[in-house]
């Protein structure tokens, strides 16, 4: 059992990982004149420098040779890469081209599609409050693309690849940063290539602005490894439940630069799809502590009969409660 001392500096450390995570904003038009693809680029290649660092001074090299002695994790580091690099140069895109407002959507909405995408690709049954929360979420995605007139695309594909990088990587089940690693290791490669072919082309960005800005790029790699970092430290030592509801923290903070620092548009379609997805998340949430308290209180009644104390008492982890989302 985690001491107080261990639970308030994880819920700091989960606090740093989302804050983190939701004021990158701010961050990617500072490497302009570099264009999404080349931020794109430097991110993959810096991650995996630093995570590399990382690694060496914790000593942590042993999954290496086990992961190359299974193909199947390797297809599916293989997809986590993929569908992460999509997820990271959409959202760059969307940041630096004024769209900060629906990039946020897509991580609002995540944890609807995550549900959804439970259902159908791996059968789980849903209870009632969940149905209406993925209900009213297909609801204000109807709106906002009626609002739009056309869907939300950029909030539906962070939305989808997220989910899907999410679902990938439950599978493979290996550490943030070994994860990490391994991912920017297939990475590696197509996007050293393509730095260099920027270079020989004349149009890299990359030494051509200043110190300053090569530096920035470079950091690209701390930005994407340090809230990883902050996230796996939290997730030892918080309940699963307080993680699931640290996760709109990120999307909260993009809404709110979005709207106040960038000064982004919100019409009153707009509004209106935003509280639907609020209402979906509310219910989603309502539910999920409900249904975590309903399970703790069903463990300590079997806890307190003298057959489950000869067993050993059930944690809320063993009974797999887990919250919505990433």
């Keep these: 059992m985690q001491s107080d001392g261990e639970q308030r500096a994880g819920l700091l450390y989960g606090i740093g990982a989302y804050g983190m995570w939701g004021l990158v904003p701010l961050f990617?038009?500072?490497?302009?004149?570099?264009?999404?693809?080349?931020?794109?680029?430097?991110?993959m290649v810096w991650s995996l420098a630093f995570v590399g660092i990382a690694l060496l001074v914790l000593k942590r090299w042993g999954w290496v040779r086990e992961l190359l002695r299974q193909p199947r994790k390797l297809g599916l580091i293989a997809v986590a890469a993929t569908v992460i690099t999509v997820n990271w140069g959409v959202y760059i895109w969307a940041v630096n081209s004024g769209h900060v407002v629906e990039a946020s959507l897509g991580?609002?909405?995540?944890?609807?599609?995550?549900?959804?995408?439970?259902?159908?690709?791996?059968?789980?049954?849903?209870?009632?409050?969940?149905?209406?929360?993925v209900g009213t979420g297909f609801a204000a995605v109807l709106v906002l693309a009626i609002g739009y007139g056309q869907p939300p695309w950029i909030s539906l594909t962070l939305a989808f690849s997220f989910a899907t990088y999410g679902l990938v990587k439950k599978k493979v089940n290996?550490?943030?940063?070994?994860?990490?690693?391994?991912?920017?290791?297939?990475?590696?490669?197509?996007?050293?290539?393509?730095?260099?072919?920027?270079?020989?082309?004349?149009?890299?960005?990359?030494?051509?602005h200043g110190a300053g800005h090569a530096a920035l790029l470079a950091a690209t790699g701390v930005v994407t490894a340090v809230p990883l970092v902050c996230f796996g430290a939290a997730a030892i030592r918080v309940p699963l439940s307080t993680l699931g509801l640290l996760q709109y923290l990120a999307p909260v903070f993009q809404f709110l630069l979005g709207v106040a620092y960038f000064h982004e548009s919100m019409p009153p379609e707009r509004w209106a799809g935003f509280a639907l997805v609020w209402l979906a998340l509310t219910c989603l949430t309502w539910d999920a502590l409900r249904t975590a308290r309903r399970t703790k209180a069903e463990a300590q009644r079997l806890a307190a009969r003298p057959e489950a104390r000869q067993a050993g008492p059930q944690s809320a982890d063993e009974l797999k409660i887990s919250p919505s989302g990433v």
């Design 28 to 43: 990617w038009p500072l490497l302009k004149p570099s264009g999404a693809m080349e931020i794109l680029a430097h991110r």
């Design 174 to 208: 290996i550490g943030g940063l070994e994860s990490l690693a391994a991912e920017t290791a297939i990475q590696f490669l197509p996007a050293l290539g393509f730095l260099l072919w920027l270079g020989a082309d004349g149009s890299a960005t990359f030494g051509a």
């Design 107 to 133: 991580y609002f909405i995540n944890p609807l599609v995550t549900i959804a995408m439970g259902v159908l690709l791996l059968k789980e049954r849903l209870r009632p409050m969940q149905w209406a929360a």
